[in-house]
């Protein structure tokens, strides 16, 4: 019996509007988007940048046909000169070598000069010497800082003070 009673009872419906993703407006279920095409703007730029890549892409095939056409025609003249061109081009790459191992060198003796010093710096004890002294230096500027602020303060205030005396 107690069953009967309960389902005689008002229910409580909940009612969610439900929308579809087709290309609707905010105009509810099923309205249509007459403006679903591209804007003016894209059609635009598209128009502006189709020629752009367009030239540019017919460049790229220009230069790489160039570069096989003047490798065809130079590879005889590499093949006829090769006895010249090839201890030329290990001397020069041996040239270059050389002076980027110059480089390297010199940077790791550099590296390892200025590890040593510091380390030596560190067991001599000059280095808190130098972050004492560089405590000290930015101490005496914050110092004076802070003197200047107090003077420039105190002559705005002078001059304020000097302004109203005026006006009254």
């Known amino acids: 019996m107690a069953e009967v009673r309960d389902r005689n009872l008002p229910h409580q419906v909940q009612v969610h509007p439900q929308y579809r993703l087709d290309n609707t407006t905010g105009g509810g279920y099923g309205a249509k988007n007459y403006h679903s095409g591209p804007s003016t703007s894209q059609v ?14 017919a460049l790229a095939g220009l230069t790489l046909a160039g570069t096989v056409i003047g490798l065809m025609l130079a590879t005889p003249l590499f093949i006829i000169f090769s006895p010249v061109l090839v201890p030329a081009a290990i001397a020069i790459a041996m040239a270059v070598t050389g002076f980027l191992s110059s480089g390297a060198f010199g940077l790791t003796g ?6 040593v010093l510091n380390r030596l710096r560190y067991a001599t004890g000059t280095e808190q010497l130098d972050l004492d002294h560089a405590k000290r230096r930015v101490q005496d500027m914050t110092e004076y800082v802070g003197q200047k602020t107090k003077e420039v303060g105190q002559k705005i205030e002078n001059k304020a003070h000097e302004g109203q005396v005026g006006r009254t």
Not at 44 to 57: E, K, Q, S, Y
Not at 110 to 115: A, H, Q, R
């Open 110 to 115: 550099l590296s390892s000069l200025s590890y």
């Open 44 to 57: 635009l730029a598209v128009l502006t940048l189709l020629p752009i890549g367009g030239t540019l892409l």
